[in-house]
Every structure is written in structure tokens, then in C-alpha cells.
């Protein structure tokens, strides 16, 4: 057993966002009932294999005229209630129980939510926004959500354009995002760290690239991250940064983002104020880094066909400033 | 006239003349015969069976590792798409209907299907409307929505190209044909049985085919709903899924779910039926359980069109609503259940023949078992809010598909082809086509149950690599190859066969059903004198000693014209005999002008939608007008 889980972690399955590797409450509850139906369905394929080759391969008496009879009846009648109804009811009704108490166990958090995340769903991107937390200025981020690791948190998903899926495996089951109809669910990991999230429901071209991540932050670095998100950006201090910002003014970019402090307030794609604080760049598409940066700038139509980020065409020189510039927005 | 004739006694050379259609493409094209509809329907869906995995070749070469880009994502979403509808649409329910149409008139001992023309006319709509859909690859805009469809991904403001329409439009043509074949059988079944041949003596694929045809005038009125909204939504502005007018997105899942999961009923129903009537040839005794597995038969139909709502688990509806649809979803496995515990129970108390045929029954109900407790691990709500939209879903109905409806068919092919071509097909080939295929089916898709687990989401056209997907993936794809293979030497083993393939005779496998009593392949008349049935295998009744006597080789002739024998609903008793239409061109042109009216609507012209409805009026007043019936002697 041992073995084949280093096996396993060799091949890399350790990394990936397992339902079975539960981190919150939600995802461990539904582990656990998995479980269960898994060992059901493996046992009932088992033994529903051992009975066919019994059937196939048992010993027969000797026999003479080619057709067996249909002989007494009630030798397979007796197969077909307890075998086809019986049992099976008996397994149905013990899985069924323990259904309605994980569904009930799963239907509220065990303390009640700390926070409230309303994650907007956008082709192929996830907007983030902090309400109710009793700040005077927005939060809003994108493709991550940073929560209080032990903490519940409300997530309120909205639909901007088609129907979505959010999910996040090792801590819940997936909730769709539905356009006209405002689906809730919540969030908890146990323990600080990073689990990766995914839109589950096929939404066109690039539904293979809109993933997202739920970090889970000790309680105090989570307030610490949220007066950081809170700021507004900082206003460059070298110059190639300040080149930077007149080229993101003057270009396509101020179209569609925003960065909060300055005038530039697009909200057709991702609020950039923070961008630099974020893991990856693209819904999860590439890491967030200089030459990933510049390459997205500069090529997005090749990198994620039909997002929503046109390719920008800048020169050298203004395409290094505006990367410089947006990895000042921490 | 209806007087008594021994076999050996009856004029051949007259029926002959009377029943066949005439060779030359005029009589190809207006023939109304069932075996060669039939024979029309599997060869058809045949063919979408390898345009669809030829589709899903592709697919599995793109996923063969991560980040590839051997496709662009607008290809592979059309790719993925076409690979569920021509799976779904035009081969698991079309192939079926082609084993029924052949096989139903032979088996009941009747002469042809109630409505041959109409028969005909569902055939020809069929074909059409696949051409129809896959015709979208000519203007490259095939459907890109998925199979299901959902809005408002699928409105005009989302996807503005002709896909969506080929879409809807190709669904309400193919609902047509389907509903046409439905009530066809439905008639069949209850009016033309061979004398004798009470409900409780029918082979079970009756009971499989009635069910899903009325499955199928219940339900398919659904999905025609739902893509006739969805056309007006595109063409003329109609909100019925818009929720920014008072429409909703989820009004699209139910209707299409109300249809979408009795569907798969009806594509595995008729293959489970025809599982049941293999099985017994190859266990030397009669099937255990008879009435239990017609029960099941239906009772899955009823239990099935309650279940929808296990596909929208994760769309927000209430607690409580939810748990009785997941309860109802668990409760599917009794009558399945009750069917595979019969068939093992055949198994046990008969004395198994391993003929590739019964290889593939075998093969059918280990995957019927995992493809069944792997949909009980969907139906737990909680559990399904991780599963659903995963790679685990794949698997599942791969499973479902894949083992309850292409090995039956497989298996099927195997066992009747000689009955249709007269020729065998061999047993060595036969062995390596089974086995590439349940070697091939499990590799590929086994591995999916792991990658779905480890949060692999379906319909994505790449992945990342670090993901610990890559394995799995690299074995389902090198497992959908070996699959491939084994339909490819099937293909060989069929040209083989037509060839140079050892006579079959009329009953190679010693099996127990009227099909087999006549000659393969069968007379244009099917039997020269229409049989009395006393019992539910009338070729064993000499060594099964149970009293019944069942008359084959002698009954009346009905050389007056095309004639059957009408009998009662539950008893089969004669009641009258019914004059069969001739051979007819109408359903050919009432089909072609119908495609003209998809065409018109595909180009929301007005003007030609005008003239195709005016086309079709014209096809259905010939084929109604009241000479034609006079000199054919027959109805529709």
C-alpha cells in the first residue's frame, strides 16, 4: 500500500487536486461517503465477477439430449429475488442513508462563514470581490481567493456570460454559475495552502484553460493580504516603471483593466491593481513572471485562442517598461 | 386465401413475385422490405459508428499527453461534440432499430412491419438528417456545444455561426425519424404476432423496443421542444432562455434531460433485449426468468423517466428535491439487477457454449456491472457534486455505451450476420475482435474512473502537464487504439465473410426462435406459410418435453398479395388479414422534400421553407391519394 502511494507521488499524482486528498470539511465529509461507495462498487463487481465464472466454469453432471430443461423454476426465482432485489435493495438503502447525512453534514459549514466572496465567472476567467467585511474600499482581484485557513467563507457565484462550473476538489463539490440564478456555496480548508480550482462546466473555446486557486492563509496573513488588497497601487518609483504606466495609459490595455489609484478603471477584463501578488497569470494559463508577462502582452491569441486579451502590439522597449511597471503591483 | 398449406407445398415462384422488390436502382430506392430497411439502418449506423470513432481517434491523439496542440480548440470542441451526437444519435439508437426492423417481422412470424412504407420513410429521414448534421463540416461550422447543449452558451450572442442551428435543426429532423420508427414498432407489436404468439411468448428484444418507443413518443417531444425554443431564440428573438427576459438557462436542462436520461434507456433496452435472446442459444436452456426480465424491462423504462435531475445535481436546485431523484437514480439498479441475475442464472443451470457470440454476452455483462455500479456512485448527490463534469463521467458512460450497447451489438452482429448474409462470420477472428475490443474498452477507459478523481474536467482540449494526468491519459489512449483495431478487423472479418464466409443454413447455432426456422438469408416473403406459436422457443420444443406444439411447417400460404396475419393485442388470435402496401417512392421524396424545409429553415429563408412544406404536401397527398391504395391492395 505504501509502495504503490510513493508509486503514485512518483508519477506525479501527489500533485494533483484530488478529491480523495480532502483539506476542508465539505471535501472530507464527501471522501469519506466516496469511499464508501467506491469499496461498494468495487466489492459488488467482484463478486458479481466470481458468480459469472462459477456459472460459466462449474463442474456438470453428465447429459445426453443437447437442450437443458427448463427444469423446476424455482431454482432461478430464487436467484432473481434474492440475488436481483434483496441484496441489492439492502446495499441501496444503507448507501441511501448515509447520502442524506453527508448531504446534511455538507448543507452549512460547522461555524458560521467569516467572509463573503462574490466570484463573477467570466469566459474564461474568475473575478474576485470581497464584500461584507466591513472595509470602506473594494477588494477585487482575479483567478485567486485568498481565505482564513480554518474559517468558512460564503462564496455568492454570479454568471457574467454562460453557464460556468466552480470547484474546487479538495475542499468541495462543485457549484454551477448560472446566469439569471444566484448560486452560494462555501469554503473551508483546514489548514494553510494552496488548492487549485477549476471551471467544471463546458463553457466554449477556452473552458480548458479558466482554472483558478484558493489559498489558504494562516488567519493573520489572511488579514495581512486583505489590507494589502485594500491599498490602492503604488505609484511607480522608477523610471522605467513610470514608462510603463504611460504605456499601459496610452495603449489598448486602459480599455478593459482597471488599477485602482490610477484613472484607469476597464472592467471588461481583470482589475490589475495587485496583479504582481498573484501566482499565475491567464486563469492559471502561464506563472506570473517577467518573460510570461511579456510573452501574453505581446502574443494572448496564441497562448489562450479567443480569450478575451488581444495580442498588444508593442515595441521592445515599451513592452519591457510595461512589464517593469506591473511587477511593481504587489 | 388463409387455407391450411404444408411448406413443402407452397407456391414460392408466386410469393416470390409477389414480395420482391424489383432489382435496379428504381427498385432500390422504393423498396419497402424490413430486411433490407434494416439491413439499410445497421449498415448506416455502422458507418457513423466509425465516423464517430475516428472522431474520438483524434480526440484521444490530442490528449495523448499534456499541452499538446495537434488540434485548435474550435476543432476539438466540434470534434467532441459530433463524436456524442453521432454516438448517441445516429449509431447507438439507429443500430438498434436496424437489428429490430430486420429482426421483428422474422421473429414474430409475420411477413413485414405494420407500416412498411412508413418503415421506409423512417429510414430515409434518418439517413438525411445525419447528412444533414454532417454536412455542417462542408461549411465548417459543425455543432460545438456539446451533445447537450447548454444555453445560453449555445444562443446567437455566444456563438453566432450556423453550428448551433445544424444543431437543433438536425435534432428535430432526427426526432422525426426516430418517433416514425417508434409508433411503427409499437403497431407491430400489437397487431401482427404470428397466431399463438401471446405476450408472454415474445422475445425479449420486443420487450426492450416496445419500451423505448414509448419511451420515445413520451419523451422525444421533449428535445423537439426544447430545439424548436432554441431555434426561435436564434433566429427571431424569442427569450425563452434568456434571463435577461424573463427566460431561464435551466428550463433548456430539464427539457433536454426529461429526454436526455430516458435516452439512455433507449439505447440500451433493445441491446439488453437482444442479450436475452442470445443467451439462452449458448447455454443450451431457456432463458431464467422470463417474466422478471420483461418486468425489468419495462419497470427500468418507468424508473428511468424519473431520474433527470441526477445531471444537474451541481445547478442549485433544493436540498430535497435533489434527494428524491438521487433516490430514484439508486433504485434503476433493482431491475437491472433482476436482468443480470437472470442472465447469470441462465448461465448456471444451462451448459455454456463459448462461441464468440456468447464471448461477447460475457464481455457485455462484466461491463454492464462496472458501468452500473459506477452510475450508483454518481447518484449520491454529494459524491456527484465532486464526480459530475469529471473525466469519472466518461468513464461511466463509456461503460453504459460501450458495454451495454456495442457489445450486445457486436455480439448480435456475430450471431445474425449469418441469418442476413447467409454466411458465417469466423469464430478465430471473431476471438481477436472480442478481445482487442474488451482488452482495447478497458484500458481506454478504465484509467478515466482515476484522472476524473484526481480532478481531471471534461470537453477541456489540453491540459497541464504536473498534473499527474499524463499516465492515465497515455493508457486510455493507447487503449482506444487497441479498440480501434478490433473494429478494424471486424470490418475485415465482414469482407471476409461476404466472400468466402461457410454457408450458414438456417439455423447454425441450433437456436430456438421463428427467425431462425426460415432460410438464411430469408425469402422476400420471410416465411413461405405463416407459422402457429405455442410456445416461447417453438425449434426446441421437441427436446424440452414441455407439451407445446408449435407449427412451422405448415399454415396458410396468403398468396392473394402482400398479406400478413392481424391478430389480437394479448392473445394473438387471428383476427384478419392485412393487406401490406407495395413498394413506394413516396417515402423517399416525402424525406427529401422534409430536407428541403431543414435546408430553408437552416437559411431562415421563408421562401423555400414555404416551398419545402408545400413539397411535403405534395409527397403526403401521393401517398395518401386513394388510387395508389386501391391498386397497392394496402394501407399506409
Same mark, same amino acid.
Given at each position: ?330 | ?157 455566444? $456563438? ?9 435543426? +438536425? *435534432?428535430?429532423?432526427?426526432? %422525426? #425519424?426516430?418517433?416514425? !420508427? =417508434? ?121 428511468? $423517466? ?9 445547478? +442549485? *436546485?433544493?436540498?430535497?428535491? %435533489? #434527494?428524491?431523484?438521487? !433516490? =430514484? ?308
Amino acid at each position: 500500500m505504501v509502495a504503490a502511494m510513493h508509486a503514485l507521488a512518483a508519477m506525479g499524482w501527489a500533485q494533483s487536486p484530488s478529491m480523495f486528498r480532502p483539506a476542508g470539511p465539505a471535501a472530507e465529509q464527501i471522501a469519506r461517503l466516496g469511499w464508501l461507495f467506491t469499496i461498494v462498487a468495487g466489492a459488488v463487481t467482484v463478486i458479481v465477477t466470481g458468480v459469472l465464472v462459477a456459472a460459466l466454469y462449474r463442474r456438470r453432471p453428465a447429459h445426453t439430449s443437447g437442450i437443458e430443461p427448463s427444469g423446476d423454476p424455482r431454482g432461478p426465482v430464487r436467484w432473481i429475488i434474492v440475488g436481483g432485489v434483496i441484496l441489492p435493495a439492502i446495499i441501496l438503502v444503507v448507501c441511501f442513508v448515509a447520502t442524506l447525512i453527508t448531504q446534511a453534514a455538507i448543507a452549512s459549514p460547522p461555524r458560521p462563514t467569516v467572509a463573503t466572496v462574490q466570484v463573477t465567472a467570466h469566459r474564461w476567467w474568475w473575478e474576485v470581490r470581497y464584500t461584507g467585511m466591513g472595509a470602506d474600499q473594494t477588494v477585487v482581484t482575479a483567478n485567486e481567493i485568498h481565505v482564513p485557513a480554518g474559517r468558512a467563507v460564503r462564496v455568492n457565484l454570479v454568471s457574467n456570460d454562460v453557464i460556468h462550473s466552480f470547484w474546487v476538489p479538495e475542499l468541495a463539490g462543485k457549484t454551477d454559475v448560472i446566469p439569471g440564478q444566484d448560486n452560494a456555496m462555501w469554503l473551508q480548508a483546514n489548514r494553510p495552502g494552496v488548492y487549485r480550482g477549476e471551471c467544471a462546466e463546458y463553457c466554449g473555446l477556452q473552458h480548458a484553460h479558466m482554472d483558478f486557486f484558493v489559498v489558504a492563509d494562516a488567519p493573520t496573513d489572511f488579514a495581512a493580504w486583505l489590507a494589502r488588497q485594500r491599498a490602492t497601487a503604488v505609484a511607480p518609483t522608477d523610471a522605467a516603471a513610470a514608462a510603463g504606466l504611460a504605456v499601459f495609459h496610452r495603449s489598448a490595455c486602459a480599455a478593459c483593466h482597471a488599477i485602482r489609484g490610477t484613472d484607469m478603471l476597464g472592467r471588461v477584463g481583470p482589475d490589475l491593481t495587485h496583479v504582481a501578488s498573484r501566482q499565475t497569470i491567464a486563469a492559471g494559463t502561464l506563472l506570473n513572471n517577467r518573460g510570461n508577462l511579456a510573452g501574453w502582452v505581446a502574443n494572448a491569441q496564441s497562448l489562450k485562442p479567443g480569450s478575451g486579451m488581444p495580442n498588444v502590439p508593442l515595441d521592445g522597449p515599451d513592452l519591457q517598461a510595461l512589464v517593469a511597471y506591473l511587477e511593481t503591483l504587489k | 386465401m388463409a387455407t391450411v398449406v404444408a411448406a413443402s407445398d407452397a407456391p414460392r415462384a408466386q410469393l416470390t413475385e409477389i414480395w420482391e422488390t424489383p432489382r435496379g436502382l428504381l427498385g432500390t430506392l422504393t423498396s419497402v422490405d424490413h430486411k433490407t430497411i434494416g439491413k439499410r439502418y445497421l449498415v448506416t449506423a455502422i458507418a457513423f459508428f466509425i465516423i464517430g470513432g475516428l472522431e474520438a481517434a483524434v480526440m484521444r491523439a490530442q490528449l495523448v499527453h499534456s499541452n499538446m496542440h495537434l488540434v485548435s480548440p474550435e476543432a476539438y470542441n466540434q470534434l467532441f461534440t459530433m463524436h456524442g451526437v453521432t454516438m448517441i444519435f445516429l449509431f447507438a439508437s439507429p443500430v438498434l432499430s436496424g437489428f429490430s426492423n430486420y429482426l421483428w417481422p422474422l421473429m414474430i412470424g409475420a411477413r413485414d412491419m405494420a407500416f412498411p412504407r412508413v418503415n421506409a420513410l423512417s429510414y430515409w429521414t434518418f439517413l438525411l438528417a445525419g447528412i444533414f448534421l454532417y454536412s455542417s463540416f462542408l461549411v465548417g461550422q459543425a455543432p460545438d456545444g456539446g451533445w447537450f447543449a447548454y444555453v445560453p452558451m449555445t444562443a446567437r450572442a455566444y $456563438s453566432p455561426g450556423l453550428n448551433i442551428d445544424f444543431y437543433t435543426l +438536425g *435534432l428535430i429532423y432526427l426526432g %422525426m #425519424s426516430t418517433t416514425i !420508427g =417508434a409508433v411503427n414498432f409499437i403497431a407491430t407489436f400489437f397487431t401482427v404476432r404470428a397466431p399463438g404468439m401471446s405476450l408472454n411468448r415474445v422475445p425479449i428484444i420486443l420487450w426492450g423496443t416496445l419500451t423505448v418507443s414509448f419511451l420515445i413518443v413520451f419523451f422525444m417531444p421533449s428535445l423537439t421542444v426544447a430545439s424548436i425554443f432554441l431555434y426561435l431564440d436564434r433566429t427571431i428573438g424569442t427569450h425563452f432562455f434568456d434571463p435577461a427576459n424573463g427566460g431561464h438557462p435551466l428550463l433548456w436542462q430539464h427539457l433536454f434531460w426529461i429526454f436526455g436520461h430516458p435516452w439512455v434507456y433507449i439505447v440500451v433496452l433493445p441491446a439488453m433485449g437482444l442479450a436475452s435472446d442470445m443467451i439462452p442459444t449458448f447455454c443450451r436452456r431457456p432463458l431464467a426468468g422470463y417474466t422478471f426480465v420483461a418486468l425489468a424491462t419495462i419497470a427500468t423504462g418507468v424508473v428511468g $423517466s424519473g431520474v433527470w435531475i441526477h445531471h444537474m445535481f451541481a445547478t +442549485g *436546485l433544493p436540498p430535497m428535491a %435533489m #434527494s428524491f431523484f438521487s !433516490g =430514484a437514480s439508486m433504485t434503476v439498479t433493482i431491475p437491472s439487477g433482476v436482468s443480470i441475475v437472470a442472465w447469470l442464472a441462465t448461465m448456471w443451470y444451462g451448459r455454456p457454449v463459448f462461441k464468440v457470440p456468447f464471448l461477447f454476452m460475457i464481455g457485455f455483462i462484466i461491463l454492464f456491472v462496472i458501468g452500473g455500479v459506477n452510475g450508483v456512485m454518481t447518484a449520491p448527490v454529494p459524491f456527484d457534486l465532486q464526480l459530475t463534469d469529471t473525466y469519472f463521467i466518461v468513464a461511466h458512460i463509456h461503460y453504459v455505451l460501450l458495454g451495454i450497447n456495442v457489445f450486445p451489438v457486436f455480439g448480435a452482429l456475430y450471431y445474425w450476420l449469418p441469418k442476413m448474409t447467409g454466411r458465417m462470420l469466423s469464430e478465430r477472428l471473431g476471438r481477436w475482435v472480442f478481445w482487442l475490443m474488451f482488452i482495447g474498452m478497458n484500458l481506454a477507459f478504465f484509467p478515466m474512473h482515476i484522472t476524473g478523481m484526481l480532478g481531471m474536467p471534461r470537453r477541456i482540449y489540453t491540459y497541464p502537464s504536473g498534473m499527474g494526468w499524463d499516465a492515465a491519459n497515455l493508457i486510455s489512449t493507447v487503449g482506444a487504439y487497441v479498440f480501434a483495431v478490433g473494429v478494424l478487423l471486424f470490418l475485415v472479418d465482414l469482407v471476409r465473410s461476404l466472400r468466402v464466409g461457410p454457408l450458414a443454413g438456417n439455423n447454425p447455432w441450433d437456436a430456438p426462435t421463428l427467425e431462425w426456422s426460415t432460410t438464411s438469408p430469408p425469402p422476400p416473403y420471410n416465411f413461405a406459410v405463416l407459422p402457429t406459436v405455442r410456445s416461447r422457443y417453438p425449434l426446441w420444443e421437441d427436446r424440452l418435453h414441455d407439451g407445446a406444439t408449435s407449427i412451422v411447417d405448415q399454415g396458410p400460404v396468403l398468396d392473394d398479395g402482400r398479406e400478413t396475419i392481424g391478430t389480437s393485442a394479448l392473445d394473438a388470435d387471428p383476427m384478419a388479414v392485412i393487406h401490406m402496401p407495395a413498394d413506394s417512392a413516396w417515402p423517399l421524396l416525402l424525406a427529401l422534400a422534409l430536407t428541403v424545409v431543414f435546408y430553408a429553415l437552416l437559411a431562415v429563408s421563408w421562401t423555400w421553407t414555404a416551398i419545402g412544406f408545400l413539397l411535403v404536401f405534395i409527397c403526403l397527398a401521393g401517398w395518401l391519394s386513394p388510387s395508389r391504395i386501391a391498386r397497392a391492395g394496402g394501407g399506409t
